[in-house]
T-cell receptor, first 112, second 115 residues
Framework: DADVTQTPRNRITKTGKRIMLECSQT?????MYWYRQDPGLGLRLIYY???????NKGEISDGYSVSRQAQAKFSLSLESAIPNQTALYFC???????????FGEGSRLTVL | AQSVTQPDIHITVSEGASLELRCNYS??????LFWYVQSPGQGLQLLLK????DTLVQGIKGFEAEFKRSQSSFNLRKPSVHWSDAAEYFC?????????????WGLGTSLAVNP
């Protein structure tokens, strides 16, 4: 099993729908991140959490919210999806000292 | 402004040929440098990292990178490319090992390998 698991892997939805992307990890890491990847724009940080009680906005948090349900779980929500949120979303984790990021396999979201 | 530039958007090499992927950065503090690889349909995986010490860093899958402070570069190399190396490669720079929220990512270089 993967150390960082994202569900769903693929999702097609319509404008205005609420969407939740889930991430769970077995690495035992405190730090978790949500990134968005778009062609030509690279990786951009949406939200990050350094422990269960710590949630922080990244560079592109507008239109997104997150929940850190447990050390191992970090979910990303789109309250009202719009087409320009169509992208590949990655969850990642890292240890207390940071350094290497461990990524999930990604969740491809299409908003029609 | 802090930035990471990967000048080559796409590179094609023949299997068995050598490879060099370029990464240039602009950063005000001592940089911590990373190369990640993204295989098709997969998440990113760390190839190697440079924090301090020897400027030639060895990574997984036979890759190495050399930090050149005077040139603000951290180029990735492999002496003989395998077909399985076809992937997207990302360079990233951060301010310290514990501050991933400040990582600055390059836009990536897509590598194709001809048989």
């Amino acid at each position: 099993d993967a150390d960082v698991t994202q569900t769903p892997r693929n999702r097609i939805t319509k404008t205005g729908k609420r969407i939740m992307l889930e991430c769970s990890q077995t690495k035992g890491h405190d730090r978790m991140y949500w990134y968005r990847q778009d062609p030509g724009l690279g990786l951009r940080l949406i939200y990050y959490s350094f422990d269960v009680k710590d949630i922080n906005k990244g560079e592109i948090s507008d239109g997104y919210s997150v929940s850190r349900q447990a050390q191992a779980k970090f979910s990303l929500s789109l309250e009202s999806a719009i087409p320009n949120q169509t992208a590949l979303y990655f969850c990642a984790t890292s240890g207390k000292q940071g350094g290497e990021l461990f990524f999930g396999e990604g969740s491809r979201l299409t908003v029609l | 402004a802090q930035s990471v530039t990967q000048p080559d958007i796409h590179i094609t090499v023949s299997e068995g040929a050598s490879l060099e992927l370029r990464c240039n950065y602009s950063y005000g503090a001592t940089p911590y440098l990373f190369w990640y690889v993204q295989s098709p349909g997969q998440g990113l995986q760390l190839l190697l990292k440079y924090f301090s010490g020897d400027t030639l860093v060895q990574g997984i899958k036979g890759f190495e990178a050399e930090f050149k402070r005077s040139q603000s570069s951290f180029n990735l190399r492999k002496p003989s490319v395998h077909w399985s190396d076809a992937a997207e490669y990302f360079c990233a720079v951060g301010s310290n090992a514990g501050n991933n929220r400040k990582l600055i990512w390059g836009l990536g270089t897509s590598l194709a390998v001809n048989p």
